[in-house]
């Protein structure tokens, strides 16, 4: 009995200080990239008569290939340390009674530089039934992310 604990208990942790592998954590896992970061942004085009840039910070966290950003969940590539998503259509009221709705979707798009920094775009696209009688638009900024000291 006490040789079944030993396999069962003792030796997965001594596997995995000595390895240095966490069987929890998805592989190509980098928590490095995790943290919240301080933006920049550029006003790269609009057609929107109004614009909502995306704050002065933003959280990320990487796991596997998977990336959220700014709560947002995308793609994440390993190999040139791209993260990448666009959400479904969103739909606001704006004037139910008259059966006019606006829909969005935001994209974003960022490339790490380092674990400290990253640079992309942040998209978003609007369309309104056609009560609304308002025409569709879209705006992009330019971003970059920097890791707080």
């Known amino acids: 009995m ?18 240095g592998d966490d069987p929890t954590e998805p592989e190509d896992s980098n928590p490095n990239y995790n943290g919240i970061f301080l933006i920049s942004d550029t006003l790269d085009y609009s057609s929107c008569s109004i614009t909502a840039p995306l704050g002065v910070s933003v959280d990320v966290t990487v796991v596997g290939t998977t990336i959220t950003f700014a709560g947002f969940a995308g793609i994440r ?6 993260g990448y998503g666009a959400t479904p259509e969103t739909t606001v009221p704006i ?19 380092d674990v400290d920094n990253f640079y992309g775009i942040y998209h978003v696209d609007y369309r309104y039934s056609p009560e609304c009688q308002a025409p569709d638009c879209s705006y992009e900024y330019r971003i970059g992310g920097t890791r707080p000291l």
């Open 2 to 19: 006490r040789r079944l604990i030993i396999y069962l208990v003792v030796l997965p942790l001594l596997m995995t200080a000595s390895c």
């Open 77 to 82: 590539d390993p190999v040139d340390t791209r």
């Open 95 to 113: 004037d139910p009674n008259n059966n006019c709705f606006g829909y969005y979707s935001i994209t974003f798009d960022i490339t790490y530089t």
